[in-house]
């Protein structure tokens, strides 16, 4: 009986990338780039050369130092021109360098910020350093692939020598009285189209080479420096902070308020009208002091789980393990707790990631739906690792608006890092990794 079952073709090219590579649109665009070099490397090198030299020499009146902005200014827009053909041919993408930022308000201010800047200067590097090098790479690309495609395809002009030049074919040596040795015989012609094809197929690896000097080129001068890179991730994780701190701040008052505070004034009102029925209805008054009493116990539980909140005692006192231990035990589900750690991190560190098990615990409360959990915490070099498992529904990401995108902007701002995988219909794991900075 015959087999009809249908087997999909395979999708892997039946053309290997080797022989491929010389006609793929990736090693033409490089090969348009370097070309394309040579002029703008002599435009941007002339201009840059041109305008530093007149503004160095036009320092000793008022006018070199804003004509010196103005060529540093000018070579940032070349530059910003760079990564834009540097993304539409080598598929770069280059981010731009930081913003100026003038000290002072006025004309002098900006001035100021341009020469200030180290990506201006950066840029008018590029502009000095690209020429050469693009005509190295200009000579080197169009020389091997001019005489790579003419080898190859030999057999196709060699006609032109007799009918235009009157000599049999390419010349490999002669004696200048019309002796020589001529690339004229069948065999002669093959293996110049072999070598031509040997040349064609080495091709787009010499140009892909050459572009990689381009690529340093463009991402160590044309982007952003990694200094200011890390100044802004700084910034930015000090504003997390700050909100942070603002949104447990007013967290506390709210709870001050709605909770403990609330119930005290409400003690102090019943104390009041206990004081005034003591002489006229003992009783009455004894009744209302017990009943206020039993609000006096409500209070102080409130204000424990709100110090708790703030920081564990547990947690100061005998650290993470039994901190998280006692965490565990008020989860909703059963919770196996391993922490191996041989000494204690610092005490910031240990706080985040103690609230960062309490957060991802609530969640597996509220939503996870889930029978079983884990926490497992360890030391790996110079992180602490904190993984939380559960075998419930799955789901959970990172999404703005989530609570697991804030616990994520919390764990960067300490150089931390959350990684969630949760694939619908479970189970999740979720880790965390912290500085230790012990």
């Known amino acids: 009986m015959m087999d009809t079952a249908y087997e999909p073709r395979s999708t892997r090219p039946r053309v290997p990338a080797a022989l491929r590579a010389p006609f793929s649109g990736?090693?033409?665009r490089e090969f348009l780039y370097l070309v394309l070099s040579l002029p703008v490397s002599v435009v941007m090198f002339t201009y840059a050369i041109t305008m530093i030299a007149i503004g160095a020499g036009l320092l000793v009146t008022f006018?070199?130092?804003p004509v010196l902005a103005g060529g540093l200014l000018g070579c940032r827009g070349m530059g910003h021109l760079e990564r834009v053909r540097a993304r539409a041919l080598l598929h770069m993408d280059v981010d731009a360098p930081e913003p100026l930022r003038a000290g002072k308000p006025g004309m002098m201010g900006r001035v100021a910020a341009v020469l200030k800047s180290g990506a201006s200067w950066r840029h008018f590097l590029y502009g000095v350093l690209?020429?050469?090098?693009?005509?190295f790479a200009f000579s080197v690309a169009v020389t091997f692939w001019t005489v790579a495609w003419s080898l190859f395809l030999y057999p196709l002009w060699q006609w032109t020598f007799p009918a235009y030049l009157d000599q049999p074919g390419i010349q490999l040596w002669g004696n200048g009285r019309g002796d020589g040795l001529y690339l004229d015989s069948p065999g002669g012609v093959a293996l110049a189209s072999g070598l031509g094809l040997v040349l064609v197929l080495a091709g787009p690896w010499v140009i892909h080479g050459l572009t990689q000097v381009d690529r340093v080129l463009v991402y160590g001068l044309l982007g952003p420096s990694?200094?200011?890179t890390r100044v802004s991730e700084l910034e930015t994780d000090r504003g997390v902070v700050v909100d942070t701190a603002a949104a447990d701040l007013r967290r506390i008052e709210r709870d001050l308020h709605d909770g403990a505070q609330a119930r005290l004034v409400a003690l102090a009102m019943d104390l009041g009208l206990a004081k005034e029925k003591l002489a006229e209805d003992p009783q009455a008054a004894a009744k209302m002091v017990d009943e206020a009493h039993g609000e006096v116990k409500v209070a102080l539980q409130e204000l424990r789980d709100l110090a708790r909140g703030i920081h564990p005692a547990i947690l100061t006192d005998r650290g993470l393990g039994p901190a998280l231990t006692s965490l565990a035990g008020?989860?909703?589900v059963p919770v196996k707790v391993s922490v191996d750690l041989d000494h204690r991190p610092a005490a910031a560190i240990e706080g985040i990631a103690y609230f960062t098990v309490s957060e991802l615990l609530q969640n597996v409360s509220k939503h996870a739906r889930a029978s079983a959990a884990t926490v497992d915490v360890w030391h790996a070099?110079?992180?602490?690792m904190v993984l939380v498992t559960d075998d419930g529904q799955g789901g959970a990401n990172t999404e703005s608006g989530s609570g697991l995108a804030g616990l994520a902007e919390r764990?960067?701002?300490?150089?931390g890092l959350l990684v969630v995988d949760s694939p619908v219909g479970g189970p999740t794991a979720i880790t965390a990794e912290l500085p230790w900075r012990g």
């Open 226 to 228: 990694r200094l200011a």
């Open 130 to 135: 690209q020429m050469p090098w693009a005509v």
């Open 381 to 384: 070099g110079d992180r602490i």
């Open 411 to 415: 764990l960067g701002a300490v150089d």
């Open 63 to 65: 006018l070199g130092i």
């Open 26 to 28: 990736r090693t033409w």
């Open 330 to 332: 008020r989860c909703t």
